[in-house]
């Protein structure tokens, strides 16, 4: 099993930046075993929405909303993902989801991901 905890969320203004972290625990196995990081968002109402992903090569694909404002990162020693996120608009006003994948694959659509965080809210107004 594992476990993640995302942090970081908060209330900001526009053109503003935060910093998600999302801390992934469970057993050495597993941990080792990550594949796929994954962001996403939701606001009531609507799907879970992708962010951006980030496989185990490094390789990371954002979606088109956000490109080139927020960067995926990864902490590999600490078993910890980053989303920062820079310029940011009342249309990214959502609760951020971390999400990760074992072994293989990094898919694209939120029902892929079998482990997920809890959500932190970030209100931009």
């Known amino acids: 099993h594992v476990q993640l905890v995302e942090s970081g969320g908060g209330s900001v203004q526009a053109g503003e930046s935060l910093t998600l972290s999302c801390a992934v625990s469970?057993?050495?196995?597993?941990?080792?075993?990550?594949?796929?990081w994954g962001w996403y968002r939701q606001v009531p109402g609507k799907e879970r929405e992708r962010v951006a992903t980030?496989?185990?090569?490094?390789?990371?694909l954002y979606a088109e909303s956000v490109k080139g404002r927020f960067t995926i990162t990864k902490d590999k020693d600490k078993n910890t993902l980053h989303l920062q996120m820079n310029s940011l608009k009342p249309g990214d006003t959502a609760m951020y989801y971390c999400?990760?994948?074992?072994?293989?694959?990094?898919?694209?659509?939120?029902?892929?991901?079998?482990?997920w965080g809890q959500g932190t809210q970030v209100t931009v107004s």
């Open positions: 980030m496989d185990g090569y490094g390789g990371a």
């Open positions: 999400a990760v994948r074992l072994n293989s694959g990094c898919p694209l659509l939120a029902k892929d991901f079998p482990y």
């Open positions: 469970g057993s050495t196995a597993n941990i080792h075993s990550v594949y796929c």
